[in-house]
C-alpha cells in the first residue's frame, strides 16, 4: 500500500511482483504492471450558486475550499488544512443585459469575494472566477454564477441539508415520504414589500 503523493505525476513507474515456493524458490511466477502518473487538473469549489440580493445588503462568494489536488491539502501529522500559497485566484463582475456582457465593473484577487452594501447597482451581474497555478503549469479552472440585484430587502429562504442519503434503488412505489426542512429570514420591510410569504 502506497500512501497518498508517493509517485511523482508525469512519470510511468513498473510495478514487478514475485512469488515463490518456500519450499523449492526456483519454482516462482513473476507479474508486472505499469502505472501512468497523470496531473490531475485544479478544483475550483465556489461555495453558494446563482442568488437573488438587494443591493443594500453586501455579500461574499467564497471559494476557499479550492485547490490542487496534485499537493497534500492536509497536514499528515495535525490533519489541518494546508494553504496553497501558489493558487491565484482572479474575479471579475460584469453587468448582464439582454444576454450581452459588459466590461468588468470590479475586478478582485482572493479566495474570497467581498462586494459591499451599494457598491452596485440594481441589475444583473455575472461574477466570474478564474483559478490558475502558473508555477505547476496547470490549465486554469473558471466558474460564472449570476447574482440579481434589486432594490429594497429581498427574504431569504434556507433549505437544510438532509441528514443522510435518502434515496434507495430498492423503492418500487411512490409512497416513500421525504421531508425538507425550510427557514425564512426576511425583514419586516420585505414582508411589506411582498404582502406575504408562501412557500
Do not use: H
Not at 485544479?42 to 476557499?64: H, K, P, T
Not at 427574504?155 to 434507495?168: D, E, H, M, N, R
Amino acid at each position: 500500500l502506497l500512501p497518498p503523493f508517493s509517485l511523482l505525476s508525469g512519470y510511468t513507474y513498473v510495478l514487478n511482483l514475485r512469488a515463490q515456493m518456500a519450499t523449492d524458490p526456483s519454482v516462482f511466477s513473476d507479474a508486472q504492471v505499469s502505472l501512468d502518473v497523470r496531473v490531475q487538473p485544479l478544483q475550483l469549489l465556489v461555495r453558494g450558486g446563482d442568488r437573488r440580493l438587494s443591493v443594500d445588503e453586501s455579500f461574499s462568494v467564497d471559494a476557499l475550499e479550492s485547490y490542487d489536488p496534485n499537493v497534500r491539502r492536509f497536514d499528515v501529522v495535525t490533519g489541518e488544512l494546508l494553504e496553497d500559497a501558489n493558487l491565484l485566484f482572479s474575479w471579475s463582475v460584469r453587468a448582464v443585459a439582454n444576454s450581452t456582457v459588459a466590461e468588468a465593473l470590479v475586478n478582485a484577487t482572493g479566495s474570497v469575494l467581498q462586494l459591499p452594501a451599494s457598491s452596485l447597482p440594481p441589475g444583473s451581474y455575472a461574477i466570474t472566477l478564474t483559478l490558475s497555478k502558473p508555477s505547476a503549469g496547470l490549465a486554469t479552472a473558471t466558474e460564472t454564477l449570476y447574482v440579481e440585484l434589486v432594490a429594497g430587502s429581498v427574504p431569504v429562504i434556507a433549505i437544510q441539508t438532509l441528514a443522510a442519503l435518502k434515496f434507495s434503488p430498492t423503492w418500487s412505489t411512490n409512497s416513500e415520504r421525504v421531508a425538507l426542512e425550510t427557514s425564512l429570514d426576511a425583514t419586516s420591510l420585505a414582508l411589506q414589500a411582498s404582502g406575504s410569504v408562501a412557500f
